[in-house]
């Protein structure tokens, strides 16, 4: 079974400042990678998503994520955070089995 | 529009009363699967089912059951709830294949007192 780690368990920061949530898996094999985001009192929502091609991976609302095979890392970026991502964001692996495993969650507040 | 719907979204029970969340998906997807959440915890999985008739154990399936007879609908059973089941619940389904994205439903919060 994989484990997926990340390492913030809560992350408070300004508007306008940059985030940056790591996210490591232990899987050597195949993988496909995804962060997801849950907004207060919502289901998760996907943010963007990873399976093959260019490492550099642009999703919504401005996020962007950069998988590093070597690192076995699929860090979270985004330049300039507002309010409204004040939410909680997971990173999910999964192989070929279809089975996600998810990471325990990073809180990320943003102070306005 | 593409939808996982469960039900019921809030539920407060008693020990050892049995109880039943229902999910339904319009999307026609083979795969299905429950999740629980918890602080500290993030998602852990609890059953899935890879078509109907399928079903297969995930990482935390004590307490639990499934089943999968119609393609749409992935109800979890708790046969006999107790208060560690306290949680939140989240179903998900996709189509098979790799990368393929996994939608959730809205989320079932459950207190067993």
């Known amino acids: 079974a994989q484990s997926v780690s990340q390492h913030n368990h809560h992350v408070i920061l300004s508007e306008a400042a940059s985030l940056e949530l790591g996210c490591n898996y232990s899987?050597?094999?195949?993988?496909?990678l995804f962060w997801y985001v849950q907004y207060p009192g919502q289901h998760l929502q996907l943010l963007l998503k990873?399976?093959?091609?260019?490492?550099l991976v642009k999703g919504i609302k401005g996020f962007e994520a950069e998988f590093i095979k070597s690192k076995f890392s699929f860090n979270l970026r985004k330049p300039s955070v507002q309010w409204s991502d004040t939410a909680e964001y997971f990173c999910a692996v999964n192989d070929n089995d279809y089975k996600l495993s998810f990471g325990a969650g990073t809180t990320v507040t943003v102070r306005a | 529009e593409a939808q996982v719907t469960q039900n019921p979204r809030y539920l407060i029970t008693v020990t050892g009363k049995k109880l039943t969340v229902t999910c339904s998906q319009n999307m026609n997807h083979e795969y299905m699967s429950w999740y629980r959440q918890d602080p500290g915890l993030g998602l852990r999985q609890i059953y899935y089912s890879m078509n109907v008739e399928v079903t297969d154990k995930g990482d935390v399936p004590e307490g639990y059951k499934v089943s999968r007879k119609e393609k749409r609908n992935f109800p979890l059973i708790l046969e006999s709830p107790s208060p560690n089941q306290t949680s939140l619940y989240f179903c998900?389904?996709?189509?098979?294949?790799?990368?393929?994205?996994?939608?959730f439903g809205e989320g079932s919060w459950l207190t067993v007192v």
């Open positions: 990873y399976f093959s091609g260019d490492p």
């Open positions: 998900a389904s996709s189509s098979t294949g790799a990368g393929n994205t996994i939608y």
């Open positions: 899987y050597g094999g195949t993988v496909n």
